[in-house]
């Protein structure tokens, strides 16, 4: 059905604790403007206790579906009634798809959010051009995991704080991540062309990421999923250095697309417009 033409009207939201933070509500709210459609996307504050119940009301209140954020994501694979492979394979759910008999379908964007950002602010990156490193071993982490190993990367080196995290997540992936030592961090980016920062370290209010880029070759892409800062302190010395970056907003873009795209009827593009209204609020 194209929206465009229908008189109904679409309800959407995102359902985190807290949600206040959220900038789902602008990308969204942006993208119904454009496109002259009858809708809303609306923060949703769900404590986790009640996020079955939450779920479960979706349908009876009329809404097409949601996203998911922080602390919800891996607990909702027990409450939608059907997931893709993606979701699966990820261990998370971060959109909801309410299906025409009200039942509940998760996937998850997080992977294609990051892929397309990874293309769109470097263009040349290409998955042949060496390991990848990433850092962290959570939710983010096994998304990058996912769309590096979809995109056809053949060596992905795994390295967490807790060794125990990462080696269980590359035993959860197999061929081609393996986990590698925290303390060997800085020598596993000898070859790599791409480093990825899954972790909160650098984030607004917490430390900066402490690794060594000396082994890192020049035409290593250097990726940090934190968005506030737009430019971390891990950007900032990867420039410096000559190297291609990516910050993380463009991840919380195109995210929201696939999910905005089975709710509204259309699929929405990454504008300089949406950036703009984004980073206004940052």
């Known amino acids: 059905m194209n929206t465009r033409t229908s008189d109904k009207y679409v309800l959407a939201g995102v359902m985190g604790w807290p949600i206040s933070h959220s900038r789902s509500p602008v990308i969204h709210g942006h993208w119904i403007s454009q496109w002259g459609l009858r809708g809303s996307y609306v923060p949703l504050a769900v ?5 079955p119940q939450a779920l479960s009301g979706l349908a009876a209140l009329g809404f097409a579906g949601c996203n998911l954020t922080l602390p919800h994501k891996v607990d909702a694979l027990a409450c939608v009634h059907e997931m893709d492979a993606v979701a699966r394979q990820i261990g998370a759910v971060n959109t909801v798809i309410v299906n025409p008999d009200g039942s509940l379908r998760g996937t998850n964007t997080d992977a294609f959010g990051y892929i397309q950002s990874l293309h769109e602010a470097q263009p040349s990156w290409q998955a042949a051009q060496g390991a990848a490193v990433v850092l962290g071993a959570g939710g983010a982490a096994r998304a990058v995991v996912w769309a590096l190993a979809d995109a056809g990367v053949k060596d992905i080196r795994l390295i967490n704080r807790s060794p125990d995290k990462a080696h269980a997540l590359a035993a959860a992936f197999g061929s081609p991540v393996r986990a590698c030592p925290w303390e060997q961090r800085a020598d596993a980016l000898a070859d790599a062309g791409l480093l990825v920062n899954t972790t909160t370290q650098g984030m607004q209010g917490q430390p900066a990421l402490d690794i060594d880029l000396a082994a890192l070759p020049l035409h290593a892409v250097v990726s ?11 950007l900032m010395r990867a420039e410096q250095r000559g190297h291609p970056i990516v910050n993380g907003l463009g991840m919380l873009l195109h995210q929201a697309r696939p999910g905005f795209a089975a709710w509204f009827g259309v699929m929405p593009e990454v504008t300089p417009a949406l950036w703009q209204a984004v980073l206004a609020t940052l």
């Open 47 to 51: 404590n986790p206790v009640a996020l």
């Open 224 to 234: 940090d999923i934190v968005y506030t800062p737009l430019k971390t302190d891990l």
